[in-house]
């Protein structure tokens, strides 16, 4: 389990910085999330504009 940036993402990169494991970096066209290092603590939605991040 890990939380998944879906396609309502605008980029804006709020959430990077809020993320304690620094799992999350700018993909193609979102920003995008290491699963395998992300401990689901809900920091990157409780921060993202458009509530793109969500548990997968
Ligand atoms: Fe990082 Fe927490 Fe978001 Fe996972 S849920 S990507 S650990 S901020
Ligand atoms: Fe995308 Fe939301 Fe992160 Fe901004 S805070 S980069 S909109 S997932």
Not at 45 to 52: E, F, I, L, S
Request: hydrophobic share 30%; charged share 20%; glycine share 8%.
């Amino acid at each position: 389990m890990a939380y998944m940036i879906n396609d309502a993402c605008i980029s804006c990169g709020a959430c990077e910085a809020e993320c304690p494991v620094e799992c999350i970096s700018s993909g193609d066209d979102k920003y995008v999330i290491d699963a395998n290092t992300c401990i689901e603590c809900g920091s990157c939605a409780g921060v993202c504009p458009v509530d793109a991040p969500q548990p997968e």
